[in-house]
């Protein structure tokens, strides 16, 4: 059997390294799969580089890190929120690259208003956290919007404050990505056949009711996690890896 290639793409202001020991439980769920994990320009490896303003910016920085690890496609793509958004726009620009892909908690202009994709309550915490909070009160933020099962999010918080000072997503970055993901807007027909999607009804970022109008319209398999948030792999991975599982072909 062919070695099937997976890659993983994370959302706003953060890097491959924020998936923790999912690929690890990935890995040994599906032990013939290759796990590539790939940064958005500004973040993680990439954290020198300026992010694109666009989404499209971003699929062509994805297929060059692809080229440049010489990956012959099609590959399946893992992807959340930001980045779920980038694989969405690759699968438009070019379809034959990807042959699956698993979207979580996403959402997009077109589809939902601005209020859904992301809740009013969090407006001033996340651009206090782009432009004013230190490190260790940006990453302590953001643990406590996007997850809501996680038990350890102190201790998580401050290995998470290692990776900001040794790889830092600038402000100007954080605030491209963020330009970029509120112009980004659905494309007209659905861009691909083989996508489940994900949600987590306990998101306090962005309504759920996001990926069900992505997935009624496109008619993608959608599953619902009853109380995760929108770190869906961080509050419940071995959900994710079950869902997959059961979605993928036999």
Known sequence: M?????????????????????????QS???????????????????????PGSISGMVESVREQLDLRNVQGPVNVLALSLGA?????????????????????????????????MRP?????????????SKVEREKLILDISTNLYTHKAELAEKWVGYAR???????NGLRQLFAAATYTAPEARPHEHVMMLQS??????????STRIAERWRWPLVSHPAAGH??????GDWVIRQIKHWLPH
């Open 166 to 172: 040794a790889q830092p997503t600038s402000r100007m």
């Open 121 to 133: 309550e969090n407006y001033l915490d996340i651009l206090k956290s782009l432009i004013f909070n």
């Open 85 to 117: 958004m980038t694989a969405i726009e690759w699968m438009e620009r070019y379809p034959f690259d990807i042959e699956r892909a698993v979207l979580m908690n996403t959402s997009l202009r077109g589809m939902s208003s601005f209020t859904e994709r």
């Open 201 to 210: 009804l306990g998101d306090h970022l962005v309504n759920p009711v996001c």
């Open 2 to 26: 062919a070695q099937t290639t997976w890659v993983f793409l994370r959302g706003l202001i953060r890097q491959h390294r924020h998936w923790e020991d999912f690929p690890a439980r990935f």
């Open 29 to 51: 769920a599906f032990p013939d799969a290759r796990i590539i994990l790939l940064d958005l320009p500004g973040n993680g490896d990439l954290y020198q580089h300026e992010s």
């Open 231 to 236: 770190d869906l792999t961080l509050d419940d």
